[in-house]
């Protein structure tokens, strides 16, 4: 936009482009405004020497806690922004992009393609409240094209400090056009989650955490909220499952349908836990490949990679998400991500997939695409689960919808007419 302050580059990716840019290759464009190039996951950035200066980050800023300042050898920022460190970058680099009529137009534009792959629902996984105001005027103005479950977030991504948005609509309120789901928190990064586990007998240990997350799911629940933790790393994990056990003590008789999202390295130890807690495990099943390829041939001797399958097994509810614009959304598309004859997609090249993690992260196509949508597994109703020292099967679909908040007004896939995907069709032929 000419006359934005900044000037915002979305989708920036190392793996596809080769290039890992710095703040010297944004200023040689010339552009005498702040610059922030973000990378495809929202997770970091690089933004120019202007941006720099605008952030007030220089040789001696500190980096924030859950984030870090990529630096030179003599210690000057380079540009790059992990995390925390991006927060208020993407705050100020969207402040232009927040017209409402603009933003309609976009969000109408956006439906469409979403309608085309058969979309007509979606979480809206970290909303800010300019974006949960234009939902709700344009529900209430009967213009907003596909039905939205908001999930609170503030405007500085990855901030876990939510206390301006406590009072007010709260998770459940609204209609079928636009309801308030749960507040969104983070335990860890999403390019840095925090590991903790053993290779080979060897301790190995990465990532960051967010301090604050316990503190901050406390407060909500306490007024009232359903909260989902973005954890990847079984560090951040065992952190969510520890937030949730206190909320669970504190307000027993609440149906709280804790949400884990992601939840990309765990032990078993943990997914028995998860299913105790009765937390729902939001995941990706289009990252079976992605991530698959990434950590081919590295195997922790406790923790598995996207152990889904075994979540399954132990009866851990499933939501199947895209993480879009992270990851490809079409349903079909994730779907075969969790096709045991698919063997194209879920054997990739570079040794990705089910055999780089000892256990199947798979779910049966039939299985997964109603965690996608329509039935499945089941949501432990809290009273039964202490009853019976842990969850049982209840009447609760554990789906998207029912993660959400939202059963009886979303819809569902059709198996019957999906059964290319058992057949081991390739419905993306053609």
């Not at 006359?3 to 552009?31: K, M």
């Not at 586990?197 to 604050?212: H, P, S």
Request: charged share 25%; net charge neutral.
């Amino acid at each position: 936009m000419p006359e934005s302050e900044w000037v915002r580059v979305q989708g920036w990716t190392e793996w596809d482009h080769g290039v890992f840019p710095t703040a010297s290759d944004l200023d040689s464009l010339g552009i005498d405004r702040p610059i922030a190039v973000a990378h495809y996951s929202l997770h970091q950035c690089v933004v120019s020497s202007a941006a720099l200066d605008a952030l007030g980050i220089g040789r001696t800023t500190p980096d924030p806690q859950g984030g870090e300042i990529g630096r030179g050898e003599d210690g000057t920022p380079s540009g790059f922004l992990l995390e925390r460190a991006w927060s208020s970058a993407h705050a100020r680099s969207m402040a232009a992009y927040t017209d409402p009529d603009r933003w309609a137009e976009h969000i109408a534009a956006r439906s469409r393609v979403l309608h085309a792959e058969g979309i007509t629902a979606v979480h809206d996984a970290a909303c800010s409240p300019a974006a949960e105001d234009l939902y709700r005027s344009m529900a209430s103005a009967r213009t907003l094209p596909v039905s939205v479950l908001t999930m609170p977030h503030p405007e500085a991504i990855l901030v876990n400090d939510q206390t301006s948005r406590l009072e007010g609509a709260r998770t459940g309120e609204g209609d079928e056009w636009a309801r308030v789901g749960p507040m969104k928190f983070f335990a860890d990064g999403g390019q840095a989650m925090a590991i903790d586990a053993r290779i080979g007998g060897e301790r190995m240990t990465m990532g960051l955490v967010m301090d604050d997350m316990a503190a901050h799911v406390e407060r909500a629940v306490a007024r009232g909220w359903r909260v989902a933790v973005h954890a990847e790393g079984n560090v951040a994990i065992d952190r969510s499952i520890d937030a949730f056990t206190a909320a669970s003590r504190r307000r027993p008789d609440d149906d709280h349908r804790f949400r884990i999202e992601h939840a990309f390295v765990a032990s078993s130890r943990q997914i028995a836990q998860m299913r105790s807690v009765g937390s729902v495990a939001v995941v990706q099943p289009c990252f079976v490949e992605h991530i698959g390829d990434l950590v081919a041939g590295t195997s922790f001797d406790d923790h598995s990679w996207l152990a889904f399958g075994e979540m399954a097994a132990s009866g851990v509810p499933l939501a199947a998400s895209s993480d879009d614009p992270c990851a490809p959304f079409p349903p079909l598309w994730g779907g075969q991500g969790r096709d045991p004859h698919h063997r194209r997609r879920q054997r990739p090249r570079g040794g990705g997939g089910a055999a780089v993690r000892g256990v199947d992260p798979r779910v049966h196509d039939r299985r997964g695409i109603r965690r996608r949508s329509g039935g499945g597994a089941r949501q432990p109703h809290p009273r039964k689960a202490r009853r019976h020292g842990g969850p049982r099967r209840s009447t609760r679909p554990a789906r998207a919808a029912s993660g959400g908040g939202d059963l009886g007004s979303r819809g569902a896939c059709v198996l019957a007419r999906l059964g290319v995907i058992a057949d081991g069709g390739d419905p993306l032929a053609g």
